[in-house]
Nanobody, 121 residues
Framework: QVQVVESGGGLVQAGGSLRLSCAAS????????MAWYRQAPGKQRELVAA???????DYGDSVKGRFTISRDNAKNTVYLQVASLKPEDTAVYYC???????????????WGQGTQVTVSS
């Protein structure tokens, strides 16, 4: 069984910053990509940032230059440093890990429950 757990969300004023963390644990054989998505009320879930096991990164256009994704492969953990926050960044932030379990032969995406980020103006 695999667990993906996010933490670090909260209420912050516009212009502020937060550090989100996401740890994958359980029967994990290998993790490929890890990513952060977000979903605001009434909107579709969108990609915020992604990172490969080798450290290559990709960002959504709306967060480039403000958010930074990183990971610690030894801890199966991915981080999202969010800065210069805007009210429109308010959303539930979800972590996704593309991994293979110790009991399976195929790769799949595992999702966390999400962490709320609210930015006040």
């Amino acid at each position: 069984q695999v667990q993906v757990v996010e933490s670090g969300g909260g209420l912050v004023q516009a212009g502020g910053s937060l550090r989100l963390s996401c740890a994958a644990s359980g029967s994990i054989d290998s993790i490929n990509n890890m990513a952060w998505y977000r979903q605001a009320p009434g909107k579709q879930r969108e990609l915020v940032a992604a990172i490969t096991s080798g450290g290559s990164t990709d960002y959504g256009d709306s967060v480039k230059g403000r958010f930074t994704i990183s990971r610690d492969n030894a801890k199966n953990t991915v981080y999202l440093q969010v800065a210069s926050l805007k009210p429109e960044d308010t959303a539930v932030y979800y972590c996704a890990a593309h991994l293979r379990t110790t009991t399976g032969t195929t790769w799949g995406y595992y999702w966390g429950q999400g962490t709320q980020v609210t930015v006040s103006s």
